[in-house]
Structure formats: C-alpha cells, structure tokens
C-alpha cells in the first residue's frame, strides 16, 4: 500500500508510440509522477526521458525495476512480449498495468495472475476505454431502461494500414493481425455490455504472412441478444458502436472507443446527444483507477478483473482458433 502522503512514481516500460501518450497523460493524474523509463536502446530511453523532466533514462528493463524509483510499472511493449515483460516486473516485485490485448493466449494471462497472487501484487490490463467517461454514461442510459432491453450490438473498428511486413500490424512474431490489435475494441464492448456469448462464429481473411487483416465475429447470449463485430486493416470503417434496444438505440460515435459523443435515440423519436469528457489522450482515467487501487492495497481493479480479462482472452483464444491464427511465440 502506497502511503497516503506520497506521490505515485511511474515506470514505463518499452519507448513507443503508446507510452508516449500514457506518459503525456500522467499530466492530468493527481499526485503521478513520472520517475523512469526504460528501453533497451538507452539512447532512445534518454531522447524518451528529455520530454519528461524528472524521470530516469535506463538501458535495461532490470536496472528500472531494481532502481527503488517506482511504485508501479506501465508494460508499453509488443503484444507478445507482455506476458515475459509483466513476469519480469511482478518477479522484481513491482505492481503492472499491462498494455491490451493482455498477452498472447490465454495460458499467459493464467500465468500472469497467478505470479500477481503470489506475489501478492497488484495487476491490471490497460483496456483503458472501460475506464472514459463515454463508457460510464453508455452504463448509466443502459441501468436507467431507457432503451429497454439489448438486442444488438454493432461495433467495427478498422482503417487502412500500409503492408509492411516487419511492421509490428503484420509481423506474427509481433502478434499482428487486425484482432489483437484493434479487433479487441468490438470484442470487449460486446462482453462488457453482453456477458459472455452463448455462441461464437468467426472467419477471416490472411495477410501473405499469415495474420489476419480482415476479422467478422457473430456472436449470440443467454439473453437473446446478438452482436456482429468487425475488424480491418484493409479499410477505414465508421469506427462507430451501436447499441439497439427494445425502446430506443444509442450510439458511441467515431472512434467508439474513444469518444467524445453519445448519441441517445428513443423509439417515439426523441433524440438527445450527450458530450463525453476525454482528457488528452484518454489514459489517465485507467492510471488515476491504478493509483486508487493501490492507495487502497487492492490486487485487481472492479471494473477491469483477472477474471474479464481471462475470459476476454479466451474469446480471442477462440476466434483465433476459427479464423486460423496461430503466432510463433506461443
């Protein structure tokens, strides 16, 4: 447990594109701070660590996490590393907030938790759109019935992306593919509003190196609702979740995971649009929800369990299945 009269320190492990957002973000979190970053390039780690003042440059993951100047980890790498990364961190003792998806297949995340259990350390997967206001007010319209029961979800997220076959959407070593990437968002907004789907169908189209670039999941649930879900790095889609209901539909407009706007539409036609709060990139909700949980001396977070995201990765384990996608690194 963190004493209460203290600031938070925050790692970051791995210098991409995400960390930097995340580290942006840690600007809007109460009592963060950023105090080391490591890479395993220590130039690009110094060139990362000069935009933030007060954070250490290291060249080695292991010289961060034995530094004694972290609380907690952020885990920025590749898919396929997350399950080694997150290991290495609970095994120097140090709480993580991994980067979606959680790891590769679901024996890793099963192997995660359980070091985070006996470590008795804290552990998280960043899905950081359970945590944006959007996501609370589509939670609120749904509990108030004024869209009566669910009966369908819509949810795409897809755009076009250059065929680059070492780029980390295309490379199988990487965990490319347009699911694991991207395809997560459609998947994760059906088991948040849905459960877990009765039945599942999936198919997919192949990149020449074999991960897919297209992915079409069908799924059914004990309610008698239904959701059609689609991912792709062939084209731009609306990037648009719609939520229909027995009395009226809502709308999680572009991109839905990230939204600005709702759009509540009621059977007798009443339209009401709802703006939705996003501070700067939209990360620091999940780090403000880390930091609580670890004042707290919590393992896992409320909203975002070890059991969702077991079962969240046993969907894609599923699907992966069914469309053919098999990574070299399981």
């Not at 007060?54 to 010289?63: P, R």
């Not at 998280?124 to 009966?151: N, Y």
């Not at 699911?179 to 999936?202: C, E, H, N, R, V």
Request: charged share 20%; hydrophobic share 40%; net charge negative.
């Amino acid at each position: 447990m963190i004493n209460p009269g203290n600031s938070i320190r925050w790692g970051i492990l791995a210098c991409g594109k995400i960390a930097r957002k995340f580290a942006d973000d840690l600007a809007f979190v109460t009592d963060a701070q950023l105090t080391a970053v490591a890479s395993r390039d220590i130039h690009r780690a110094e060139e990362f660590a000069s935009h933030y003042p007060g954070s250490t440059a290291f060249g080695s993951y292991e010289e961060m996490l034995s530094s004694g100047l972290i609380d907690v980890v952020y885990v920025a790498s590749p898919h396929g590393l997350h399950h080694a990364h997150t290991l290495l961190c609970l095994e120097a003792g140090i709480p993580v907030l991994c980067e979606k998806a959680f790891a590769v297949n679901g024996r890793q995340v099963a192997e995660m938790i359980q070091k985070a259990q006996e470590k008795n350390l804290f552990l998280m997967e960043a899905l950081w759109t359970r945590f944006h206001p959007s996501v609370a007010k589509v939670l609120d319209i749904i509990e108030s019935g004024k869209i009566g029961q669910i009966r369908h979800v819509a949810a795409d997220f897809g755009f076009k992306a250059e065929y680059d076959v070492e780029s980390r959407l295309f490379n199988p070593v990487l965990t490319g593919g347009s699911l694991m990437d991207i395809g997560i968002y459609p998947l994760f907004i059906a088991k948040l509003l849905l459960g877990q789907p009765k039945t599942l169908l999936a198919t997919g189209t192949m990149a020449p190196t074999g991960v897919d670039m297209n992915c079409s999941i069908a799924t059914s649930y004990e309610s008698g609702a239904t959701a059609t879900l689609f991912s792709t790095l062939a084209a731009q889609t609306d990037t648009t979740c719609a939520i229909y209901g027995s009395q009226g539909k809502i709308l999680m407009h572009s991109r839905f995971h990230e939204t600005f706007g709702i759009t509540l539409t009621l059977e007798n036609g009443d339209v009401e649009e709802f703006e939705c709060e996003r501070k700067g990139w939209g990360y620091s909700y999940e780090a403000e929800a880390v930091q609580a949980d670890l004042r707290a001396g919590q393992l896992e977070n409320k909203w975002m369990t070890h059991q969702f995201s077991q079962e969240l990765m046993g969907l894609l384990d599923e699907i992966r299945k069914q469309i053919g996608l098999v990574y070299p690194n399981e």
